[in-house]
Nanobody, 125 residues
Framework: QVQLVESGGGLVQAGGSLRLSCAAS????????MGWFRQAPGNEREFVAA????????NYADSVKGRFIISRDNARNTVSLQMNSLKPEDTAVYYCASQNRYTWPPTAEYEFAYWGQGTQVTVSS
């Protein structure tokens, strides 16, 4: 019922920047946080960032704190992830996720009900 589509991934050199976007459609649930996760080959899916419905509250994994910025535009039903000072270890498939129940701060996969297909981010050394 809820569809999430990521875009903006690509290949970038270490130290560069990328901006990911996630567009939501279908039956969405107002008032719930959204987030970003990532998964590298051979690794578990890990939490990256989350944002409240109002955008007033954000939460980041320690590995990206100070480098990544999450934002949302509820009028457009989108959430974005600005990634700066990228490192090779940031290479992964990045997934957008949405809740259908409220928890804060959400950092686990089970706290999100809907997921996009992912977009590949590759950072060269």
């Amino acid at each position: 019922q809820v569809q999430l589509v990521e875009s903006g991934g690509g290949l970038v050199q270490a130290g560069g920047s990328l901006r990911l976007s996630c567009a939501a459609s279908g039956r969405t649930f107002s008032g719930y946080p959204m987030g970003w996760f990532r998964q590298a080959p051979g690794n578990e899916r890990e939490f990256v960032a989350a944002i409240s419905w109002s955008g007033h509250s954000t939460n980041y994994a320690d590995s990206v704190k100070g480098r990544f910025i999450i934002s949302r535009d509820n009028a457009r039903n989108t959430v974005s992830l600005q990634m700066n000072s990228l490192k090779p270890e940031d290479t992964a498939v990045y997934y957008c996720a949405s809740q259908n129940r409220y928890t804060w701060p959400p950092t686990a996969e089970y706290e999100f009900a809907y997921w996009g297909q992912g977009t590949q981010v590759t950072v060269s050394s």
